[in-house]
């Protein structure tokens, strides 16, 4: 098909890629899009900043979103498994513009233009989150269990209670103890889903099943499945009101 | 949250069961001061007629019983209007205090109330029909001594009752929890076995598998082939465990083992894998694909992302009164989720699993997730040793 193609260096992961890309200068370049570390995405992306980037053909597996964007780009793309009839499309495509990069040098800005707003499309998701990314609320706990460390996500969680230095998980297959004090545990969870009762108590609010108040007049919360009831106390009372 | 604010502005207490609910027809209507008031005159009615035949089994003439019938209904009406009226509205006024009594303080309660409402009934009620002074009444010692033995006898009866009908109540508790778990359980079942179904034909793996396969036809079919023929081991597995409630710990370890081939030919050097089943174990009972999800979890969010891939090691042993099985690998571990996604540190998702352990063994069986050294994350499920997955019907 092309007997003049010579195939200079296959990577197996996008470091490797960017590596051999600039030792060996290709004019062509074959990217499959998932690959471990870098993705193709990101590899490209590398690649654009270069003086003179390679023809890119992105390989890629199914996926319809990635198609779309392809579709409405100069950029080409293979899907895996590549048939021979695609095959030879992209050939005939690469050889036409290696030509005209040939004759006029200047021009391959356009080609670099196009990857460019092909990138972000694709890439976009990523970059529109970002400016969103402040502080995550806390997802995982980790909790010493003898000499190894348990993960616990946070929806796992139905109250912490201070317990002397340590503060006390409540799951409900058990307990654990983190040496995070509970007004750290506070600035790093979320609020709409954990509620400050007490000054020692913060509830995961989805395992509340209700409140109540016992004959003294304080106010209980009772959870789901459990016998216990935590005291709400006077200081947090108003804010739980307003819940 | 719709709750706290019902609390906090005062919603009703609880109601109080009636004595006579002991009796199956008198449950049919809902508990509400009218019926209870009707139930009272019921009661105190049946109440006077018992005292008045053993009055008349203790010998006395039909002709006072006549006479004295009127009076002892009236003051067993009074009495019982008494009880009622002090229970509700004790209950109302102390929030419920009533109804959550239990054991020996219910007993007390209970005495005291009747021994109070007793005399005080008598009084009234002689006062009402013959105008006698309470005082009067009151000042004779028979009085006292029939009414703390009246006390007594109905105050145990309103207890004895009052206890079987918190039995009926666990009981029917009980079972309306059990039918939750089965219906659960089913559910859960029919969600795995849709997933099975879905894995069996699941799209990226499928599509991934056999791009492998045709990549490697023309260079190197004998892998090709092996990867055709371990492939088609995994769905004849996959396949049996979806139609099947009962798994082995061998069954699965095999489903498993044709799994990691597949993926082992596309990964090449970066998945290694070992599978560690002693033979008194294999013929564990699991339910079925409990482990799939688990080991397809670890290598697309622990090895795929590594450069360099890892090692994926599936064991199980038995370490006290349950069988503990671990799925470690030497993936990433933990990372933190990329900014907008949504998934916690790459979307380890355990709660499926946990939600299926818990209505297969109820709260016998836990999951934990381990952090390994240097790399990595161990999922250890401890499944109890004697207790096999509850067996559910085959849906029709």
Redesign the interface.
């Known amino acids: 098909m092309w007997p003049e193609l010579r195939v200079v260096a296959k990577a197996a992961?996008g470091?490797d890629a960017l590596r051999l890309i600039d030792e060996q200068a290709p004019d062509v370049v074959f990217l499959d899009i998932r690959m471990?570390?870098m993705t193709g995405l990101d590899v490209a992306a590398r690649l654009v900043e270069g003086r003179k980037p390679p023809h890119i053909v992105f390989v890629t597996?199914?996926d319809q979103y990635a198609v779309e964007a392809f579709e409405h780009s100069a950029v080409d793309y293979l899907l895996?498994?590549a048939s021979l009839d695609r095959l030879t499309k992209s050939v005939a495509k690469l050889k036409a513009a290696l030509q005209a990069r040939r004759e006029a040098p200047a021009a391959g800005g356009a080609t670099a233009a196009a990857l460019q707003a092909l990138l972000a499309q694709l890439g976009g998701?990523?970059q529109?989150?970002?400016p969103?990314?402040a502080a995550?609320p806390l997802?995982?706990i980790?909790a010493s269990?003898g000499d190894?460390?348990?993960?616990?996500?946070?929806?796992?969680v139905i109250y912490f209670q201070s317990n002397d230095k340590y503060t006390s998980v409540m799951l409900?297959?058990?307990e654990s103890l983190i040496r995070t004090p509970i007004s750290k545990l506070r600035e790093q969870l979320d609020e709409r889903q954990f509620w400050q009762i007490h000054r020692s108590v913060i509830v995961a609010?989805r395992h509340?099943?209700?409140?109540?108040?016992d004959?003294r007049g304080r106010?209980m919360v009772q959870l789901k499945g459990r016998d216990e009831q935590l005291v709400v106390s006077r200081n947090y009372v108003d804010l739980?009101?307003q819940? | 949250m719709n709750t706290p604010n019902d609390i906090i502005t005062g919603r009703r207490p609880p109601p109080i069961a009636h004595p006579l609910e002991v009796i199956p027809i008198f449950r049919r209507w809902p508990s509400s001061v009218p019926r209870n008031v009707i139930y009272t005159v019921i009661f105190s009615c049946a109440v006077a007629l018992m005292l008045t035949v053993i009055d008349m089994a203790g010998g006395a003439s039909v002709q006072r019983l006549r006479s004295d019938f009127p009076t002892t209904l009236l003051i067993s009406n009074v009495i019982g209007g008494l009880v009622y009226g002090a229970m509700l509205t004790l209950n109302r006024s102390l929030n419920g205090w009533v109804a959550r009594l239990r054991g020996v303080r219910r007993l007390l309660f209970y005495v005291a109330l009747v021994s109070v409402s007793v005399p005080v009934g008598i009084g009234l009620g002689n006062m009402l029909m013959s105008r006698t002074s309470p005082l009067l009444v009151l000042a004779q010692r028979g009085v006292w001594i029939y009414s703390l033995a009246t006390a007594v006898m109905v105050a145990g009866f309103m207890y004895l009752v009052h206890r079987s009908g918190e039995r009926r109540m666990q009981a029917a508790m009980a079972t309306a929890r059990n039918n939750e778990l089965i219906a659960s359980s089913q559910r859960l079942l029919a969600e795995a076995r849709l997933r099975a179904l879905q894995a069996q034909i699941e799209p990226h793996f499928l599509y991934n598998t056999l791009a492998n396969v045709v990549g490697l036809i023309g260079t190197q079919p004998a892998r090709a082939q092996h990867m055709l023929e371990r492939f088609i081991d995994y769905l004849r597995a996959s396949l049996a465990a979806s139609r099947g409630d009962h798994a082995t710990l061998a069954s699965e370890a095999a489903l498993l083992a044709a799994y990691l081939d597949v993926l082992a030919v596309r990964m090449g050097e970066r998945l290694r894998y070992r599978i560690d089943v002693p033979d008194e174990l294999r013929g564990f009972a699991v339910a079925p694909m409990l482990l799939q999800p688990v080991v397809e979890n670890a290598i697309n969010h622990g090895l795929e992302p590594k450069v360099e891939g890892g090692e994926i090691v599936i064991a199980a042993r038995v370490l006290g009164e349950s069988v503990c099985v671990e799925i470690s690998d030497t993936g990433v571990g933990l990372v933190d989720a990329a900014p907008g996604s949504k998934k916690p540190g790459g979307g380890v998702g355990l709660s499926n699993l946990r939600e299926r352990l818990a209505s297969l063994y109820g709260g016998a069986a836990r999951v934990e997730l381990l952090e390994n050294q240097p790399c990595g994350m161990t999922v250890r499920l401890m499944l109890p040793l004697n207790a096999s997955p509850t067996s559910i019907p085959s849906t029709p």
């Open positions: 992961n470091l471990p570390g597996a199914f895996k498994p998701a990523a529109v989150a970002a969103v990314a995550e997802q995982w980790r269990q190894q460390t348990r993960l616990i996500s946070i929806d796992e409900a297959d058990g609010a509340v099943a209700g409140t109540r108040q004959f106010l739980f009101r819940m």
